[in-house]
């Protein structure tokens, strides 16, 4: 199939216009030697023919019942109006809200959103998105160096090792040295030379960090290095502090957890926030209110764009240009429909319903819990017997929880569980129940 | 002044929202027991919204916006082209749409990923791809650093780029943050890029290579790419390529002919997937064989049973973004281009450079086209010759009367009030003569009735928005 | 003159569209060999129109139409209350939305009917329900119906029915189409039902029962509505309900209990299934239990181990439609019930109610409001009193200049220039305002601009079009 | 859940306007013994429980791979757009378009699917929608008897059974009298007295008969009857001759053919036309074409009102009132963006697809294709066994055909297959496949 709109008479007519005799005519410029026989490629496709292929295609990955797998992306209920919204084409379908006046719908929406962000972070400002939060905190990593003039930066053990690697490349790209410590070394390594510190809470393992604690020791012993931390699922915050209030400096976050489906880890959301005094250092777009000029009315624009690249080039605070607005209008969805009532509801279902699995992993024998924090929906579990836990899972149909050393070879026998609020009781039981038969094999010496 | 405006968070109530919150079915403990108070928050400054607003206010704001469903979008170097609503069908397939990046049954993912991978070697002629960036500023900043690794493997310090004036903002932004200074080149009158810039620049022996967009962002084909890649290799450079202006060249030239040696591409642009308001995008790279190995990793890798993953190599930049890149779109621009097969991605360029070229000419009649040849997928007027001292962005903000989108205005740089068009394949003939037709009468009313353009848009929501106040007072959020 | 207008048949072209063509896997043979010429037509006169100006079409279509999205649809009597999204999601799940009326494995379609029978007899207080009525009026036509064959199997000669000066049109019409005549009840002073006129119907021997809907349409629930029902019953007639206003009653009072024998229900009203322009629509009918058997089959019964459906019995008066009724319609219902539960279907009967007395102290300050009393779902101003001359169509399309949707006008017929008006429970008090606000406005403007609502309406695609033009020469296709 | 939109306070003031001091006092005209204490259901289930508990119900239906039933409903693809352009909110959340210059999109669209169906069958006007294929035929033998004065029907063996019973009640209602009559005793049964000759075709046991036949013998035995025809998959019309060719007076059909999904037989779509001398007497709503009353614009409003029960009542010709406008709308899109081409190569693969399938089955032992006359999609087939046939398609994963004695008991061992453009080569195969097996079982004496 295609998308072509012309039929043969409109062609010729069109070139009679142009002044040129066949299609070929007009590809003149490109030299001979370069231009293409053939592709090689199979035929076009009908759409049931292409519906009925991938329909196949994907019956090739298996979809469960429930998940018991976090690990950077998360299982939450997504409500419908999510979908009606971003569905609407005039959301969809439209691009990077250029001309102000004909896109007031998506700019006052994404305005929306930025106002939704410092509202549950108490951040004082925030970007209209980035691509995810890997990247959003390699660029606040970016964003740090810049603001301090200093090229190290520390990056607090429990960081999700795929966002470590990111941060790593981004810095190799701008030569900016940075070292992965344990918390108990952290005093030891904070000197004047350091841009800013790293870490993620709850972190990867699960634990929820005391971050007055963290940013009282930083800011004492190196008070002009920026702290920034990242979070990978901030339903949090419907309970927790947000970071706003405890003096962070640059909060960035990964936003699929709100309203965004898993699919296969991609698109996302980079949620970046920042304190004030920041503003003109961050990256991305940024929607303000503005007025008519010659009115009355009050409206909504694309600004401070000097900080971008398509004015200041090279000397622009990132190069990002699409970013993930329709992300951030799922989120923003997500948040309104939830609302003040709903995310404190679902944060607390996922603190109680994580704790419940806990405390009963904790009396099968074999199992024992790992965290020493508090935790929120995840946590790390050391297991009689990994592989038949996850055979079990399987089994129920239950997507597994992550081995935790497909990332740290040394942590064996380890598995990071989630638990949110949509896996049902019986979800819960049924899980409990696999991890009670591994541990059986286990005794039983299988 | 009261607001013209009411924000979706002025429609609460005093009533909590309970409709999307599942009932809790596990005994609760005290949340205290969980975690200290002194962690948790005071309060949450969220409304509680009935869903009937909600619905309501997107509704209205979703009409309030135009999309590429409302019509002609002639921003130029933004591709923006119709999408297929199966595509929206595909990507929420269950199978694709609820899985984890993290599970281990992912064999559709990964075959997908491998054969796109496949397709887009054949329609690109490079050797190898990776999924991994967002969009096509994180595709260039990928194949940055792929050259700055191929250097420092080589013990080279190239820590310069070539990079014409006629190039995107994100092109030197993304090479600066791979850590190049940017040696900008000046086109010449034809719009070229002129060999003996290049050559010289090149003896100096710290240049890496260039970056640059073919047809360029004037949307005309270099006819000298093929000398201008040899140089850059001679002198052990490498090419890079900006896809984003691929789409006239589907089926008709590849970059890979070219000589260019590592490219990004727009699957938002090219591929058809939605813009989305701004993304979320897809910017996959590709690279010839030899630079196969600097690719971010992981690699998919076929083996007679199965797809399976291969770590990164030594070699490889590193990872550029978490898990697989964003697959949702991923999945559009594949389903797309086994939609369009061979003849179809070839009618494509064909029409995409027909409807460009039909424009140009009946446009040219009363707009001054500073590079008057054929184009490729856009080309370039300019406010030169316009009454009345109209400016380009008085013409941009009359076409949103006409209930029409405005071209990419002041961009490219080189070309002074520049109105950059680029309707794509898909408008109809009659689409690009109401085009015309209100570009026309835009151009007469400049002449007898310039107020109407100065003070312009008068048929939109708001009438035009003061950029400067916007910006010496942010005011960020409510 | 030429038109305004563009239809979709002028959007084709001379490119043959093969998007939604499955390839043809099977070798052909001659057409021929399998139908002779002579039952092969000649030319098929449909366009090939490509993808994307169908999209842009119907986009701009929808645009040019209100819908509960947009705002408040006052039409009284029709109950436009909003369309949850989630039943769209729901109604389209494939084990609903693929399955075939004829297989076999059909357990959940034949349990989710079943369990949603059990639901709205204790909702409306009857006994049995059948779900093939596709709309409120088939469903009436179901009911009585039942009456016919009731006194058919009883031998008595009853053809005639007692039915309100104001009911709907198609009480009259269905029961006609039941083969029975009208004998129209005239409304009291109060809006109500005369007893004496009733018993002396029912004493004349020929007549079956009544038909009615309480509240009634003018939005007064009859207080003498036992009596009427116990007179009926008293003659051995029946009782037809008129399921239509029932939205304001649920939870707060059920037809079975004011006596209703036979009911309808509107799941497009009351169970806010989306109208569709007009429809599809389900209008499922409920009776008491000695009616059952006359419930058309097949009927669903749940055994100990499964749902069967069992073939209709003697009495019933057969099928009235195909398969089993709008199945896509009942899922939404069934799914609506479910969601609301006890609690949130009585408070959906309150709201509806407190919104349109709401609106009634509102409006009745400058409007004439015939039955000036509490009202339930709705009421009906009249235009006595509108100044110069203004009437209830100037007003109603006046209405529609502020972005609003009209009330029901010229309906019920007892009430001279009627504007009947029905919030429902999904508006919000700040849309209930401007409403009242908007039609203080226009009671205003009558007085001081009265051509501006004689010329109404002046912001909507087209100005008020000439119905009596349209039906005398009937242009019903191009 | 639930859609309220007033919290308290709100409510409070409400009632302060109303001059009420309670809800309560708002049902004061109810009389307290009728007033319900409290409806006995469940309590109202959240969005995500809600889909949980719906999703769990469809599960207990079964989804097959492909489909060989069909008997009045039938699975062809349904392109994107359909749902697409029904989804857009301004068509599927209005109501019957009264307020027609707010209205116009959808009185327009339904103009085009007036204008699309004339084409189509070439008949002289036809309405917006009936419910259903079987109720429009009832509808038809009523306004036959309408107009013509007569109250007896002939109904030509072949039409759907269950489109027979809803005649029947409807007749019944009006004290119709009808005959079910065979072929070849039409003619002896062809008097003066008949009201209309109402006939299937292509008929439910696949047979296309030989209409302009079948028309000259009621046109000679019975000038003044009408004949009235019925279809119940109407793609055929993409190769077949339309009725307006073959001077039928009434035609209907079943429409879900055209672009709506199986969804357990509803909703449907009731296609209706005439001859232009009968529009008066048509029941269903009308748009019309007509101009502004003080402008020159051209726009769409309802016609022909005065036929109807809002003004009518008792006089109309029919008592429809909601009807199926958003059926309509996906069967416009249907046809336009199948549009010519597509209409007829889907017809055609219908026509080779179930004659490929016929011709398998005759070479496999035991069967036999029954029907004498040509046939579209669907045929009769005599099987050595039944119930294995059925049982051998599950197994497949293949929605069996239909057991025709389901409808008519006499008729043993015989099955009605369903061939179309969705059922591809390899679907074949297995159904030939599963036949095979079927035969060979019987033959092995199991
Ligand atoms: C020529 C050119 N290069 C690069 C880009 C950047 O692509 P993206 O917006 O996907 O990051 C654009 C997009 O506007 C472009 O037009
Ligand atoms: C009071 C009343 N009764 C019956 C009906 C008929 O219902 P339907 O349109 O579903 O056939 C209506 C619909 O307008 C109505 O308002």
Known sequence: MDFILHDKETIAEMLTSIGVNSLEELFQDIPADLLLKKLNLPHGLSEPDLLRRLEELSHKNKIYSSSFLGAGCYYHYIPSLVDFVISLSGFYTAYTPYQAEASQGYLQAIYEYQTAITRLTQMDVTNASMYDGSTALAEAAIMATVATQKKKLILLEGIHPEYVEVVKTYCWGQDIHFEIVMEDTLISKLDESVAAVLFQSPNFFGDIENV??????????????????????????????????????????????????????????????????????????????????????????????????????????????????????????????????????????????????????????????LNKKPTYNEFLVKCPNVNELIEQCKQENLLPPLIISKYFPDMKDIVLVCVTESNSREDIEKFIHAAQKASNKNIGGN | MT?????????????????????????????????????????????????????????????????????????????????????????????????????????????????????????????????????????????????????????????????????????????????????????????????????????????????????????????????????????????????????????????????????????????????????????????????????????????????????????????????????????????????????????VGQMAVLNANYLRVLLKEKYHLPYDRICQHEFVLSDRGIPNEVTTEDIAKRILDYGLYAPTIYFPLIVKGALMIEPTETESKASLDNFVNVMNKIYNEAKTAPELLKNAPHNTPVKRLDAVLAARNPILHD
Chains 1, 4 share one sequence.
């Open chain 1, 212 to 369: 007055t604690e963290l940013v009282q020791i930083i800011r004492d012993k190196a008070p002009k290095c920026l702290v920034v931390q990242v979070m990978t699922d901030p339903t949090c915050l419907g309970v927790l502090k947000p970071p706003g209030k405890f003096d962070i400096d640059i909060f960035v976050a990964e936003g699929q957890s709100f309203g965004i489906s898993p699919s296969f880890g991609g698109p996302g959301l980079g949620i970046f926030a920042s304190k004030q005094k920041y503003l003109r250092k961050m990256p991305g777009r940024l929607i303000g209110k503005t007025n008519e000029i010659d009115g009355e009315r009050e409206g909504f624009i694309l600004t401070l764009q000097t900080r971008e690249q398509h004015i200041r080039r090279e000397k622009a605070t990132s190069n990002i240009c699409t970013n993930q607005a329709l992300c951030a209008l799922a989120s923003l969805i997500y948040l309104v429909s939830l609302g003040k009532t709903g995310l404190q509801e679902i944060a607390l279902q996922n603190f109680q319903k994580s704790h419940y699995v806990k405390q009963k992993l904790a009396t099968i024998p074999g199992y024992q819990i």
């Open chain 2, 3 to 347: 607001s013209n405006l009411t924000l979706i968070f002025n429609k609460g109530t005093k009533r909590s929202q309970h409709n999307f919150i599942p009932e809790m079915d596990i005994d609760k403990v005290d949340l205290l027991k969980i975690i200290p108070s002194s962690f948790q928050r005071e309060d949450l400054p969220l409304p509680d919204i009935p869903e009937v607003k909600i619905v309501r206010h997107y509704t209205e704001l979703s009409r309030k916006n135009y999309g590429i469903d409302s019509g002609i979008y002639p921003l130029g170097s933004c591709t923006m082209k119709y999408n297929p609503k199966i595509n929206e069908v595909i990507t929420r397939l269950p199978a694709f749409f609820q899985i984890h990046p993290l599970q281990e049954e992912n064999q559709g993912a990964l075959e997908l990923i491998h054969q796109l991978s496949e397709l887009l070697i054949e329609i690109t002629g490079m050797d190898g791809f990776t999924f991994q960036p967002a969009a096509g500023a994180h595709g260039e900043l990928t194949g940055i650093l792929i050259m700055k690794k191929y250097f420092e493997n080589k013990n080279l310090k190239k820590n310069k780029i070539l990079i014409p004036d006629s190039a995107h903002g994100t092109n030197p932004s993304s090479a600066k943050m791979a850590g190049f200074s940017i040696i900008e080149v000046r086109s010449n009158d034809a719009g070229e890029i002129p060999l003996d810039h290049i050559e010289f620049a090149m003896q100096q022996g710290d240049v890496a290579g260039i970056m640059l967009t073919n047809p360029n962002t004037l949307g005309i084909f270099d006819r000298q790419i093929k000398d201008i890649t040899n140089i850059i290799h001679k002198y052990g450079g490498l090419c890079y390529y900006d896809g984003a202006n691929l789409n006239p060249m589907l089926g008709i030239c590849r970059p890979g002919d070219m000589g260019f040696d590592i490219i990004h591409l727009n699957f938002h642009k090219t591929f058809s997937t939605p813009h989305g308001g701004g993304g979320p995008g897809s910017g996959p790279v590709g690279v010839i064989k030899e630079l196969v190995p600097y690719l971010p990793g992981p690699h998919i890798i076929a083996t007679e049973q199965e797809f399976v993953c291969r770590e990164k190599t030594n070699n490889s930049i590193g990872r550029i973004k978490c898990f697989w890149g964003n697959f949702g779109v991923i999945v559009r621009a594949y389903a797309y281009i086994l939609a369009l097969g061979a003849e179809g991605l070839k009618r």
